[in-house]
């Protein structure tokens, strides 16, 4: 059921126009996409989200992170928004380096969130 909703919109967002493989994505994760290679972020996520020294965003949205110092966390969007713009507010368990900060206005946060929660 999810598949079929995200097929619609993805259909309304006109995507498969590229013709490369990210014509999966919505117009907006799209973007999101192209800022995480822009802003150095899929040097550590990898360029599909699948994750190099930083976690993998693939799967990421809607499950359960284990946290350093134990605890979990549900990873839905306020939470990836506050692990984009406030990495230190919560450190993934198992990190051998630590999330620098960046700087992105709200509207490329937006963008790269959807991206990430179109990667489950
Ligand atoms: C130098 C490597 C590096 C870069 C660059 C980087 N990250 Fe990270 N990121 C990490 C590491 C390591 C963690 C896990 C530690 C933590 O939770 O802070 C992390 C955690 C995250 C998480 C939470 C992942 C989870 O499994 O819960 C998100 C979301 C995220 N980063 C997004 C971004 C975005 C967006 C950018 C670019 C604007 C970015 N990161 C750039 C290394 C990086």
Same mark, same amino acid.
């Given at each position: 059921?999810?598949?079929?909703?995200?097929?619609?919109?993805?259909?309304?967002?006109?995507?498969?126009?590229?013709?490369?493989?990210?014509?999966?994505?919505?117009?907006?994760?799209?973007?999101?996409? @192209?800022?995480?290679?822009?802003?150095?972020?899929?040097?550590?996520?990898?360029?599909?989200?699948?994750?190099?020294?930083?976690?993998?965003?693939?799967?990421?949205?809607?499950?359960?992170?284990?946290?350093?110092?134990?605890?979990?966390?549900?990873?839905?969007?306020?939470?990836?928004?506050?692990?984009?713009? @406030?990495?230190?507010?919560?450190?993934?368990?198992?990190?051998?380096?630590?999330?620098?900060?960046?700087?992105?206005?709200?509207?490329?946060?937006?963008?790269?969130?959807?991206?990430?929660?179109?990667?489950?």
């Amino acid at each position: 059921m999810r598949t079929a909703g995200l097929a619609a919109a993805m259909a309304l967002a006109g995507c498969g126009a590229g013709g490369d493989s990210a014509g999966e994505l919505s117009a907006l994760a799209q973007e999101g996409r @192209e800022l995480a290679s822009a802003r150095g972020c899929a040097a550590c996520h990898g360029d599909r989200g699948q994750g190099t020294v930083g976690p993998a965003w693939t799967g990421l949205a809607g499950s359960t992170v284990q946290l350093e110092g134990g605890g979990t966390v549900i990873a839905d969007g306020s939470y990836l928004r506050r692990a984009i713009l @406030e990495p230190d507010a919560e450190i993934v368990a198992g990190s051998t380096i630590a999330m620098p900060e960046v700087s992105l206005t709200p509207a490329e946060v937006d963008a790269i969130v959807a991206y990430i929660e179109e990667l489950r």
